[in-house]
């Protein structure tokens, strides 16, 4: 059940509507979470921000995907769960691989590892422990990159959040 509703740039505060006119100008429209968001100017160029920015994560996409799956299906985001599904997809990622992200692992050992850690920052984050970081560098894995999953982590809690807050659904429901 829808909350909070979409708002069209006419209706949203200045600073949003700016943000949203920029937008649909750019895009040729903004998506039903942007649009609800303008609700609030400070939330909406907070995760423009933060969005633009997590496009230069050291994972690469399929990955940072993955991980993203694994933590939609943890916070239980309809909407989230069929956006990143499509674009693991379209990343390559197969079915089964898919299947796998939502149950927090992966069949090659080094993603597995990734991907457990990233549902334990979202679901325990007081809980990662010294071993815990050296066990991810064992597995090859950066700092910068044990980094870069937190942020796609805070991201995927900031929009899963949202939208089921703001009662957002997901327009087609694809496992």
């Not at 990143?84 to 990622?93: D, K």
């Amino acid at each position: 059940m829808r909350r909070i509703p979409a708002l069209a740039p006419a209706d949203a505060p200045e600073k949003s509507r700016e943000l949203l006119t920029d937008i649909i100008t750019r895009h040729g429209s903004a998506g039903d979470m942007v649009s609800t968001m303008a609700h609030s100017p400070a939330l909406l160029q907070g995760y423009l921000d933060f969005s633009r920015a997590l496009k230069r994560v050291k994972l690469p996409r399929a990955l940072s995907e993955k991980i993203s799956l694994a933590a939609q299906e943890w916070i239980g985001c309809g909407t989230c769960l069929a956006a990143h599904t499509e674009a693991a997809r379209a990343n390559g990622v197969s079915d089964s691989d898919i299947v796998l992200a939502r149950q927090g692992t992966a069949v090659d050992p080094r993603e597995a590892a990734l991907i457990a850690f990233a549902v334990r920052v979202l679901a325990e984050p007081s809980g990662i422990s010294d071993d815990d970081v050296a066990g991810l560098r064992v597995h090859g894995w950066s700092d910068r990159v044990i980094a870069d999953v937190v942020g796609v982590v805070a991201l995927n809690l900031l929009t899963g959040a949202f939208n089921l807050v703001a009662g957002i659904e997901p327009s087609i429901t694809r496992p």
